[in-house]
């Protein structure tokens, strides 16, 4: 029986394991993103403005809010699509992209309209943060539709 469907007894650990493992995968995928691409790229683009796209400690603590926040919804709004519509891959990846353009979409296009973002850096990392998205969705997928354990 497919996870989702199963009494809600039975719902914790496939939701809970996911959480754990976006955690580390949204982490280690917003870590490498940010030092190896856009915070170069940032710097590259916007000299002129004095200490862009830091990294101290107040930064740190911001940023652990946004991937608190971001691994929370990129593993509960795909295991609720994937309950409501069906425990599909296809459901995954339409969660897992309905997710990135709520997010890295519209924090894209924002900065992008302020100016505050080149075309280059917007399409580099748009498409890594879809990917990030959908192999996160697809993690809820795999742990929703694992079959469990049967005690004899």
């Given amino acids: 029986m497919n996870a989702v469907l199963q009494p809600p007894s039975t719902l914790r650990a496939p939701l809970v394991s996911a959480l754990i493992v976006n955690f580390i995968w949204i982490n280690l995928s917003e870590v490498f993103r940010y ?32 991937d608190t926040i971001l691994v929370a919804t990129a593993t509960i709004i795909p295991w609720l699509a994937l309950a409501t ?3 599909t891959v296809k459901t ?8 990135w353009i709520g997010v890295f979409g519209i924090l894209w296009l924002g900065l992008f309209n302020m100016n505050l973002a080149t075309p280059t850096i917007v399409l580099t990392a748009l498409p890594l943060a879809w990917l990030e ?8 997928w795999w742990f929703c539709n694992r079959p469990t354990a049967v005690t004899p």
Avoid: E, K, Q, S
Avoid at 92 to 99: E, R
Avoid at 133 to 140: I, P, Q, R
């Fill in 85 to 87: 519509f069906g425990g």
């Fill in 133 to 140: 998205m959908t192999v996160a969705a697809l993690v809820v």
């Fill in 92 to 99: 995954a990846v339409l969660a897992g992209t309905g997710v």
């Fill in 35 to 66: 030092f190896a691409l856009i915070m170069p790229m940032m710097r590259d683009a916007f000299p002129m403005i004095p200490d862009v796209a830091p990294m101290n400690f107040a930064v740190f603590l911001i940023w652990g809010l946004w």
